[in-house]
């Protein structure tokens, strides 16, 4: 069933913390989780609930930087998490250690992943796609985690 697809209604920051808290309890070493969202809807936000379910400590976990494309936490597996926003070929994006990152001990969560997305194909993937209903509601679309 790894493409079973799930809908969650997030109806607050809070809410979103909590859903990416769950996920990030449940991952598996080697996966990448690619994450697609117009700006706003959560992508950071979920990430952030994400590494903190995999025991990063809250003060490592920072927004994303304006500059800085990789970003690495320490919880129970290594957590990178690219943002590809001002990625914009493949071989920037390969040029950036992708597949380095990528290892039974790690999680790889690719913000903007549409922008990568030729790059992604083969790998483990988790794809997570997150729309802005309203001022605090969002939908979540996660297929290929088993349970949640
Ligand atoms: N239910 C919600 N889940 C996540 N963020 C929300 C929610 N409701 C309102 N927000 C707001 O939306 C913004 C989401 O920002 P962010 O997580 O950085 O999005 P992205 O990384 O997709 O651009 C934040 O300002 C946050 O306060
Ligand atoms: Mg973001």
Redesign the pocket.
Known sequence: MANKKTEII????E??LEIGRKIGSLLEGGKVIS?V????????????GIAAGMGAKSSQIV??PTFVIVNEYQGRLNIFHIDAYRINTIEEFAAIGFEDFIGPESIVLV?WADKVSQALEGYDLIQIR?Q?KD????IIEITGLERI
Not at 135 to 138: C, G, K
């Open positions: 997030s109806e607050s920051v809410q979103t994450l969202g117009q700006l706003g809807s959560g992508k950071t936000t979920l990430i952030k927004n994303s913000e997150m802005h001022q605090n509601t969002r």
